[in-house]
């Protein structure tokens, strides 16, 4: 088994969701290798190099890896494949993005999301909003997937000492090129990484609103999140959505308020430790997955909740 | 402009599924069926860069049971022109499906293929990607925003950190996210209209494509369910609780 971990980066800073990733390798082999890609990313590598259990970290430096282009990064990933049986990537948009690119150039299938290795070529995975669980064997000789996050517990940022070593940088495709970004500015966890997250729903009635849960979510240390609902209807932007298609989370704390409980939300929070639910239908779905549900209207709930930490914090 | 759409035929999304009894795949007798949510979007997408003058025509294409030809008449009733299913009784896995829309790519010539980012039911997310690779073309994968100019399209992506615009080449493809466009509702008569617009019916041997699955469900089963805890009477008692009970306060 020789395992390749395509790295999550923002050319600055690996992020966590590779160490989920390796976690992931490290239940089906331990000859693990970690690939960045990108440009000017030598602390990248310098950081994937500490990471826990990687053996060797594989480093392709050029200004069209710099935005992480599915077209190029795909084509460096075939050029360094040989030899590995497996190829993994987080499944974040980034990995989601680039790896059926890579799948398809080897003419192998893709496992999308696995969440448990059984063995070197079965693996399980989450269907139909994961409302059940597929438990799937690979025949391809190379095993490609993207590894959902919430279900690898992260291993150690730091302890390993792999080897750098630089590959050579295919070249440039040529057909796509990178425009510009908007990012949301926030000085608050992101919500893959966070252990207390407080989602809006359409209960919330406009983006003024969520005011109400970030004052809550700054007092815990927490991330903020919403359903689809509320982010069709523009109350805050699409990388706040949490369900089905959008982020996978699974804090220790998770507050969904003004949330009715669609499948397509619970798949993506219903493996949270602690579920609380703020609805004033008592009918609401989300009572049912709710480990402590309110009744109430979240208008006055939320800001007494905010009072009531004030309290702890005192006490 | 000639625009090719992928439409796929999946459990309505209000159903909730079972698994079989026996575990070997869910329960599909007598559910639901609709077209995947993401693909209606990709059909809006289509239809409407067609009523901006931006597109001639538009060829919609299924892949599946026969009964995938009444997905295909509601994107006809929608707005395509044309409709072509690839007819076959077999599972067809994504690199599959990714294969027979090349090849139904390369017989139609369009520039812009558009497809939903993932069917809600296998929630793979893979086909636009691997149909972009296998012809070599440039992705813009989980769009909110098509832009159309000339030789290239802009596409504005919904990423974990928030929005990201690239410019394709064309011909391009291009995967649907939920803020690209909200579908309209299919009117009666563009159903009557959309039963007489031409529909093919090829089959996988006529495309010689190779369709077997790489992937072999050994089995599928329900998740655990969560049970419903206790309801609590006041935010005190309930920060009381995540405090001293739950321990994560």
């Known amino acids: 088994m020789s395992i390749l971990v395509i790295a999550e980066h923002d050319n600055a800073a690996l992020k966590a969701a590779t160490l989920n990733t390796v976690a992931a390798a490290s239940r089906i082999g331990d000859d693990i290798a970690v690939l960045v890609a990108g440009h000017n990313c030598g602390a990248v590598a310098q950081a994937a190099a500490q990471v826990a259990g990687v053996k060797k970290v594989l480093v392709a430096d050029a200004p069209h890896y710099a935005n992480q282009l599915a077209e190029n990064v795909a084509a460096l990933v075939v050029s360094v494949a040989g030899g590995y049986s497996h190829i993994l990537a987080p499944a974040t948009a980034a990995g989601k993005n680039t790896l059926p690119r890579v799948a398809a150039l080897l003419d192998v299938a893709q496992l999308s999301d696995v969440i448990k290795v059984e063995s070197p070529d079965t693996f399980v995975r989450p269907i139909y909003a994961g409302n059940v669980l597929a438990t799937v064997q690979s025949s391809d000789k190379v095993k490609v997937m993207t590894v959902r996050g919430t279900a690898f517990p992260a291993v150690a940022a730091t302890g390993g000492s792999a080897s750098v070593e630089a590959v050579a940088v295919a070249a440039d495709a040529g057909v796509s090129s990178f425009v510009g970004q908007q990012l949301t500015k926030s000085d608050r966890p992101e919500l893959t990484a966070a252990k207390i997250i407080i989602s809006g729903g359409r209960g919330m009635g406009n983006g003024e609103n969520f005011k109400l849960l970030e004052d809550v979510a700054d007092k815990l240390g927490a991330a903020v999140g919403a359903s689809r609902a509320a982010v069709d209807a523009g109350f805050v932007p699409n990388d706040y959505q949490v369900g089905q298609t959008g982020k996978v989370v699974a804090p220790a704390l998770y507050v969904a308020v003004g949330i009715s409980g669609a499948i397509q939300h619970l798949a993506g929070m219903k493996d949270s430790k602690v579920i609380v639910a703020i609805n004033k239908d008592e009918e609401a779905p989300i009572f049912q997955v709710a480990d402590y549900g309110l009744v109430a209207d979240l208008f006055t709930a939320v800001p007494e909740m905010s009072k009531e930490l004030d309290k702890l914090k005192a006490a | ?249």
């Open chain 2, 1 to 249: 402009m000639k625009i090719l759409v992928a439409v796929k035929r999946v459990v309505d999304y209000n159903v909730k599924v079972r698994a079989k009894a026996d575990g070997t795949g869910v329960e599909t007798a007598n559910v639901k069926m609709s077209m995947n949510p993401f693909d209606e979007i990709a059909v809006e997408e289509a239809v409407r860069l067609q009523e901006a003058g931006k597109a001639k025509e538009i060829v919609a294409v299924s892949l599946g049971v026969a009964a995938c030809q009444d997905t295909l008449r509601t994107a006809l009733a929608m707005g395509a022109d044309r409709g072509v299913l690839v007819e076959t009784d077999v599972e067809l896995q994504p690199l599959a499906v990714a294969k027979l829309l090349k090849a139904v790519v390369e017989k139609e010539k369009p520039d812009l293929v558009i497809l939903g980012k993932q069917a809600i039911d296998d929630d793979f997310n893979q086909t636009g990607q691997m149909l972009a690779a296998l012809l070599g073309w440039p992705q813009g994968t989980f769009a909110s925003k098509v832009e159309v100019g000339a030789g290239t399209v802009n596409v504005t992506r919904e990423i974990d950190g928030g929005l990201e615009t690239v410019a394709l080449k064309l011909p391009a493809l291009v995967t649907t996210d939920l803020r690209l466009n909200e579908p309209r509702f299919v009117k009666l008569p563009n159903i009557m209209k959309a039963k007489k617009k031409p529909l093919d019916v090829l089959k996988p041997a006529d495309l010689g494509v190779d369709i077997a699955p790489r992937l072999v469900t050994l089995s599928v089963q329900e998740p655990p369910k969560r049970q419903a805890g206790i309801k609590v009477d006041s935010v005190a008692t309930l920060v009381d609780k995540l405090h001293k009970e739950a321990h994560v306060l």
